[in-house]
């Protein structure tokens, strides 16, 4: 991991006003995003959980520039995006392209499939036959015979389907990263595993890096490299897909973890990890924002923020050995983790 | 134990003017008093249809029903709009995917129980509050007394969802049908809800059929389930046999296509193609073109029950012969 990161952000932040009364003041503020930094390296997937309000998919909005950051930055191949002497928005979005979860909302519903898949080549000045024929090897390539599927409008087709024909329309100028934003969360679970599995191989066909955001802590873990978990707005915990399911630093992430369903009759959960909803994401609680659903909490969480800082791994409990500095790092940002804090269980 | 809910060879039709859709085709189930039964199938499957014919909620303009469902004795289909009213609430409940849209949003969630239980109980609206009240303790709802004057909007999704089960119980119903009542939830909000639900079952003594498409889910909360495809229920079973030991390749498909224990980045088994149209009624096994095992016979005769183990059943011709590779 000594390359540098295909993509970047350095403390990204979204705040959304809510305005509302007789002389439309800000009534509230929506921390979306808040001071987020993470990096993926190309050829890898990260996975990005998290539950309802957690600011995942305006991450995955901010890294596209559908909306446009407070504060922060989105790196690409080392140039700043939207900055001078960085990278454009037209060049950004040729190396970086999206899916999202509502297939039919994401396709024009008066243009045929192929016609949608070649729509972006030509308006980057493909000429018209060979913007054509690219669509019909991306056809090929989601697993829809061209003859078949060509024509057809988004109303002709299924879920699954149009969730593939999206997928080869993010693929058409060539992107080296793809985002996917639930893009197999509103299909059924063997379409879903279809559809999974044609990302699955088009990752290797055309080298590709993805960012994967769903909820579903399932399939983050099946397709993901590196997961990173959010909570109401920040970074909670990242870190390699098997250390942080098998050994996850963070309460919430262990919540999170541990609710999932069991899928085993004579083992079923028995007590809830967590209690009462994610809060809104308007006026957060002080200091940690998980603080209010965590059984830990004590008077230091309400008053600092914890960092985000590298975890001691297993080697350095056991022989006071710090972790080889090659494999990525395991980072969370929890008191409890951080020697010194002022809390009671930290080292 | 005589069954409180008994369907047999249930067949609905939706018949319209451009096409007729065969939703279900033939369903037999029993649940005896205190079951829990999950309907585990995907979109189209028939699971929500089922359901809702349980309760007579199918539009009888253009609904064509076939056999015979009975709910605490009664045969719903012969049952009148103003008997349905009464079995329904008070015999046999039912809760949604998506409390706001159950929910009334001019009213309090206090009045809305106290309507249930007037409208049932004939008790005084004072004696239905102080039921309400202790409704809402039943569902674990903090400080009831003041959130019996809150709106529908002003709670969180799963506050919203531990108010529609409270006017659900309120008249204790013998059965609930619960669809797909934690999928708009999140997960750490969904286990909670879950174990409300198995808590009151106990607690209650109810029946409850779970319909869902979350085979996770389905094991958390049933006793025993029942796996539905193109309108048939394909494998019927404990939950621990089917989880186990599924012998019905869709089951087989949908249980590897949840990624549980997949190894990262592998391609998955996943079944190919598609759900089939219900516009013609099926000839011969509707999973066939899906499946990897099927044969010639496949397609013409319709699979017929077949007992694997005790209370183990699936309709597959090869599971039946034995013919399945392992």
Same mark, same amino acid.
């Given at each position: 991991?000594?390359?540098?990161?295909?993509?970047?952000?350095?403390?990204?932040?979204?705040?959304?006003?809510?305005?509302?009364?007789?002389?439309?003041? =800000?009534?509230?503020?929506?921390?979306?995003?808040?001071?987020?930094?993470?990096?993926?390296?190309?050829?890898?997937?990260?996975?990005?959980?998290?539950?309802?309000?957690?600011?995942?998919?305006?991450?995955?909005?901010?890294?596209?520039?559908?909306?446009?950051?407070?504060?922060?930055?989105?790196?690409?191949?080392?140039?700043?995006?939207?900055?001078?002497?960085?990278?454009?928005?037209?060049?950004?979005?040729?190396?970086?392209?999206?899916?999202?979860?509502?297939?039919?909302?994401?396709?024009?519903?008066?243009?045929?499939?192929?016609?949608?898949?070649?729509?972006?080549?030509?308006?980057?000045?493909?000429?018209?036959?060979?913007?054509?024929?690219?669509?019909?090897?991306?056809?090929?390539?989601?697993?829809?015979?061209?003859?078949?599927?060509?024509?057809?409008?988004?109303?002709?087709?299924?879920?699954?389907?149009?969730?593939?024909?999206?997928?080869?329309?993010?693929?058409?100028?060539?992107?080296?990263?793809?985002?996917?934003?639930?893009?197999?969360?509103?299909?059924?679970?063997?379409?879903?595993?279809?559809?999974?599995?044609?990302?699955?191989?088009?990752?290797?066909?055309?080298?590709?890096?993805?960012?994967?955001?769903?909820?579903?802590?399932?399939?983050?873990?099946?397709?993901?490299?590196?997961?990173?978990?959010?909570?109401?707005?920040? =970074?909670?915990?990242?870190?390699?897909?098997?250390?942080?399911?098998?050994?996850?630093?963070?309460?919430?992430?262990?919540?999170?973890?541990?609710?999932?369903?069991?899928?085993?009759?004579?083992?079923?959960?028995?007590?809830?990890?967590?209690?009462?909803?994610?809060?809104?994401?308007?006026?957060?609680?002080?200091?940690?924002?998980?603080?209010?659903?965590?059984?830990?909490?004590?008077? =230091?969480?309400?008053?600092?923020?914890?960092?985000?800082?590298?975890?001691?791994?297993?080697?350095?409990?056991?022989?006071?050995?710090?972790?080889?500095?090659?494999?990525?790092?395991?980072?969370?940002?929890?008191?409890?983790?951080?020697?010194?804090?002022?809390?009671?269980?930290?080292? | 134990?005589?069954?409180?809910?008994?369907?047999? *060879?249930?067949?609905?039709?939706?018949?319209?003017?451009?096409?007729?859709?065969?939703?279900?085709?033939?369903?037999?189930?029993? $649940?005896?008093?205190?079951?829990?039964?999950?309907? $585990?199938?995907?979109?189209?499957?028939?699971?929500?249809?089922?359901?809702?014919?349980?309760?007579?909620? $199918?539009?009888?303009?253009?609904?064509?029903?076939?056999?015979?469902?009975?709910?605490?004795?009664?045969?719903?289909?012969?049952?009148?709009?103003? #008997?349905?009213?009464?079995?329904?609430?008070?015999?046999?409940?039912?809760?949604?995917?998506?409390?706001?849209?159950?929910?009334?949003?001019?009213?309090?969630?206090?009045?809305?129980?106290?309507?249930?239980?007037?409208?049932?109980?004939?008790?005084?609206?004072?004696?239905?509050?102080?039921?309400?009240?202790?409704?809402? #303790?039943?569902?674990?709802?903090?400080?009831?007394?003041?959130? $019996?004057?809150?709106?529908?909007? #002003?709670?969180?999704?799963?506050?919203?969802?531990?108010?529609?089960?409270?006017?659900?119980?309120?008249?204790?119903?013998?059965?609930?049908?619960? *669809?797909?009542?934690?999928?708009?939830?999140?997960?750490?909000?969904?286990?909670?809800?879950?174990?409300?639900?198995?808590?009151?079952?106990?607690?209650?003594?109810?029946?409850?059929?779970?319909?869902?498409?979350?085979?996770?889910?389905?094991?958390?909360?049933?006793?025993?389930?029942?796996?539905?495809?193109?309108?048939?229920?394909?494998?019927?079973?404990?939950?621990?046999?089917?989880?186990?030991?599924?012998?019905?390749?869709?089951?087989?498909?949908?249980?590897?296509?949840?990624?549980?224990?997949?190894?990262?980045?592998?391609?998955?088994?996943?079944?190919?193609?598609?759900?089939?149209?219900?516009?013609?009624?099926?000839?011969?096994?509707?999973?066939?073109?899906?499946?990897?095992?099927?044969?010639?016979?496949?397609?013409?005769?319709?699979?017929?029950?077949?007992?694997?183990?005790?209370?183990?059943?699936?309709?597959?011709?090869?599971?039946?012969?034995?013919?399945?590779?392992?």
């Amino acid at each position: 991991m000594t390359a540098a990161p295909l993509l970047a952000t350095r403390n990204l932040r979204k705040h959304f006003s809510l305005r509302g009364g007789l002389l439309h003041r =800000v009534q509230a503020v929506v921390q979306a995003v808040d001071g987020v930094s993470f990096e993926v390296h190309a050829g890898e997937t990260l996975g990005i959980v998290g539950e309802s309000g957690c600011g995942k998919s305006t991450t995955a909005r901010l890294l596209m520039r559908l909306v446009t950051p407070d504060a922060g930055d989105v790196v690409f191949d080392g140039a700043p995006v939207g900055r001078p002497g960085g990278l454009g928005l037209r060049d950004l979005r040729r190396q970086m392209q999206m899916v999202f979860q509502d297939s039919y909302a994401s396709l024009n519903p008066r243009l045929p499939a192929a016609m949608s898949i070649a729509y972006g080549p030509l308006v980057h000045g493909v000429p018209r036959s060979s913007a054509l024929k690219r669509a019909a090897g991306l056809l090929e390539a989601v697993g829809l015979r061209p003859e078949l599927f060509a024509n057809r409008y988004p109303h002709e087709l299924s879920g699954g389907q149009r969730q593939r024909i999206n997928i080869a329309r993010a693929l058409a100028l060539e992107p080296r990263l793809l985002i996917l934003d639930e893009a197999v969360s509103a299909l059924d679970r063997s379409i879903g595993a279809q559809v999974l599995n044609v990302l699955i191989d088009l990752k290797r066909r055309f080298n590709l890096t993805y960012v994967f955001i769903s909820h579903d802590l399932d399939v983050v873990q099946f397709v993901s490299d590196r997961v990173m978990v959010m909570y109401l707005g920040k =970074v909670v915990e990242i870190g390699p897909v098997e250390e942080v399911y098998g050994h996850p630093r963070h309460p919430y992430t262990r919540a999170l973890l541990s609710a999932m369903p069991s899928m085993d009759p004579d083992h079923r959960i028995q007590q809830a990890p967590l209690g009462g909803d994610p809060p809104n994401p308007i006026n957060p609680p002080s200091g940690c924002r998980f603080r209010t659903r965590c059984a830990f909490a004590e008077d =230091v969480c309400a008053r600092r923020e914890p960092p985000l800082g590298g975890v001691p791994g297993p080697l350095t409990v056991r022989g006071g050995l710090t972790p080889p500095s090659c494999s990525p790092a395991h980072d969370a940002a929890c008191h409890m983790l951080v020697p010194g804090s002022g809390h009671t269980r930290a080292a | 134990m005589s069954a409180v809910v008994s369907v047999r *060879d249930l067949a609905i039709r939706f018949v319209m003017r451009e096409r007729t859709v065969h939703a279900v085709n033939g369903v037999s189930f029993d $649940l005896v008093p205190g079951e829990v039964l999950g309907i $585990l199938g995907e979109s189209g499957s028939g699971k929500s249809v089922t359901l809702r014919a349980l309760m007579g909620l $199918l539009p009888r303009r253009y609904t064509r029903i076939d056999g015979q469902v009975r709910v605490a004795g009664r045969d719903v289909r012969a049952l009148s709009d103003v #008997e349905l009213a009464d079995v329904r609430g008070r015999q046999v409940a039912m809760i949604f995917q998506e409390p706001m849209t159950t929910l009334d949003p001019v009213f309090t969630i206090g009045e809305q129980i106290v309507e249930a239980v007037v409208r049932h109980e004939h008790v005084s609206p004072r004696a239905a509050r102080a039921r309400a009240l202790e409704l809402r #303790e039943l569902v674990q709802i903090p400080s009831p007394e003041r959130r $019996l004057k809150t709106y529908p909007h #002003e709670m969180s999704g799963g506050m919203r969802q531990r108010a529609m089960i409270a006017i659900a119980l309120s008249c204790r119903p013998a059965v609930l049908l619960a *669809d797909e009542p934690t999928t708009a939830l999140d997960v750490s909000v969904q286990i909670q809800i879950l174990l409300l639900l198995r808590q009151l079952q106990r607690e209650l003594g109810m029946a409850v059929i779970f319909v869902t498409h979350d085979v996770g889910v389905a094991v958390e909360i049933a006793d025993s389930l029942a796996v539905m495809y193109a309108g048939r229920l394909v494998e019927t079973g404990p939950t621990r046999a089917v989880i186990r030991s599924p012998r019905h390749p869709y089951t087989q498909g949908l249980l590897a296509s949840t990624v549980r224990g997949a190894t990262r980045g592998q391609i998955l088994e996943a079944i190919p193609g598609l759900p089939p149209d219900l516009g013609e009624p099926a000839v011969g096994c509707s999973f066939a073109p899906r499946c990897r095992h099927a044969e010639t016979r496949c397609a013409v005769t319709a699979p017929a029950e077949h007992v694997v183990a005790p209370d183990h059943v699936v309709r597959c011709i090869r599971a039946a012969d034995g013919s399945l590779p392992a």
